[in-house]
């Protein structure tokens, strides 16, 4: 069983940068897939970003890449979504997530993560 805490949500400008932080439980981390999610009001849940065990490959969905960087930690239980020249249409809640399956990385498709934090709300005013 993994528990997963998100923190770092907050309110900032168009083109300010944002850090998001999720927190694991449990002494297997490093055995899992991790990703961000976000969904914003009235729209389905959204892949942001994944990376794999090590923290070598990463894959971003194309509405972020080249701004977003996913990092992990593997001796603090812990990884990362650093947001760079946010724009308002990234104003979502924000959720990790954790799969053992390495499909779910390679997919990006939600359901096919197995634990989820409650998230955390990034809004970006224009």
């Known amino acids: 069983q993994v528990q997963l805490v998100e923190s770092g949500g907050g309110l900032v400008q168009a083109g300010e940068s944002l850090r998001v932080s999720c927190v694991a439980s449990g002494r297997t981390f490093s055995t899992y897939v991790l990703a961000w999610f976000r969904q914003a009001p009235g729209k389905e849940r959204e892949f942001v970003a994944g990376?794999?065990?090590?923290?070598?490959?990463?894959r971003y969905a194309d509405s972020v890449k080249g701004r977003f960087t996913i990092s992990r930690d593997n001796t603090k239980n812990a990884f990362y979504l650093q947001m760079n020249s946010l724009k308002s249409e990234d104003t979502a809640v924000y959720y990790c997530?954790?799969?053992?399956?390495?499909?779910?990385?390679?997919?990006?498709?939600?359901?096919?993560?197995?634990?989820w934090g409650r998230g955390t709300q990034v809004t970006v005013l224009s």
């Open positions: 990376v794999g065990w090590s923290g070598d490959n990463t």
């Open positions: 997530a954790a799969a053992k399956r390495y499909m779910a990385y390679e997919e990006g498709w939600a359901n096919l993560y197995d634990y």
